[in-house]
């Protein structure tokens, strides 16, 4: 996993610098207007799959996020959280919290990051006391503005755009039971969600 963590850290730095550098060493003057940084929040929601162990639970997921638009992309935190039944029926709850470096093509947008998450699954013997564990593992998403709204600051410059947007978020978790045996859960959510 630190691995893991260390590879989404150099991709964003990497990507984010390269823009960086090629803007500072330009020598001919550029009168166009830029994009300029500004706060951005999102709301989406849709449909996630789970597997865990051979077996899957279904539910409906949801995601808040806040950041900063840069140029070449995003800086964004999000957190989500998905209610569902596995296939016995049994209630599910998966959260998680996740720093993402985005990056922007038009109107695609790709974006990875590291996430810290908790399970939560009922027990079919005794409800009161479900089975729950932290995990960390990654998410790396996919989106693709459906409707952009072009927004110009008070001085004329153009910032991104707002959207709706839609798009697939696949996740892959990793936790540690107490038998010290491991267990991953790993699956996508099919979101549509409005970027301000």
Known sequence: MKALTSFFAVLAIVGF????????????????????????????GGLAYRALYGSHFWGGEITATGGVELRPGAILLTTDLLYGKTEFGLTTWNWHLTPMFEFRFNRL????????????????????????????????????????????????RPTPPHAFYGGIRFNVDSYLEQNDSHATTYGPTFMVGYRY
């Open 17 to 44: 610098s390269r823009v960086a550098s090629a803007d500072d060493v330009s020598s001919v003057p550029d009168n166009s207007p830029r994009f300029l940084p500004r706060f951005t929040a999102r709301l989406d």
């Open 109 to 156: 947008r790709f974006g990875l990051g590291p996430s810290l998450g908790y399970l939560q699954i009922a027990r079919v013997t005794t409800p009161d006391h479900p089975l729950y564990d932290l995990s960390f593992g990654g998410v790396g998403q996919l989106t693709v503005d459906i409707v952009q709204y072009d927004v110009l600051r008070n001085d004329g």
